[in-house]
């Protein structure tokens, strides 16, 4: 069973910084692609950046130039730097293993076979 424990979230004005961080299992580590999702309050969950084996990133439109996923192999740990946020950043953040990556960000969803608890981003304006 795939273990992934995401920290990191808390409050921050517009235009700060925040670095999320979710740690899997080693046996599990990155078997797949993997991936950052946000829920706001009364949407649904979406695709926000996802990281292939071969370290191919991709992001959705709205956090291009803003948001980072990055890995470090040697803490099985994936990482979402986010910066010049936004009062619409604002959500819970989950991290997923998900069995493709890449394509429209609006089918990452299904895609996901595992999810973190999640963690929380506010920004404030």
């Known amino acids: 069973q795939v273990q992934l424990v995401e920290s990191g979230g808390g409050s921050v004005q517009a235009g700060g910084s925040l670095s999320l961080s979710c740690a899997a299992s080693?046996?599990?580590?990155?078997?797949?692609?993997m991936g950052w999702f946000r829920q706001a309050p009364g949407k649904e969950r979406e695709g926000v950046a996802s990281?292939?084996?071969?370290?191919?990133?991709y992001y959705v439109d709205s956090v291009k130039g803003r948001f980072t996923i990055s890995p470090d192999n040697a803490k099985n740990t994936v990482y979402l730097q986010m910066s010049s946020l936004r009062p619409e950043d604002t959500a819970m953040y989950y991290c997923?293993?998900?069995?493709?990556?890449?394509?429209?960000?609006?089918?990452?969803?299904?895609?996901?076979?595992?999810w973190g608890q999640g963690t929380q981003v506010t920004v404030s304006s």
């Open positions: 997923a293993e998900m069995r493709a990556c890449g394509g429209d960000p609006r089918f990452w969803v299904r895609w996901a076979t595992s």
């Open positions: 080693a046996s599990t580590y990155r078997r797949t692609c």
């Open positions: 990281l292939g084996t071969s370290d191919t990133t």
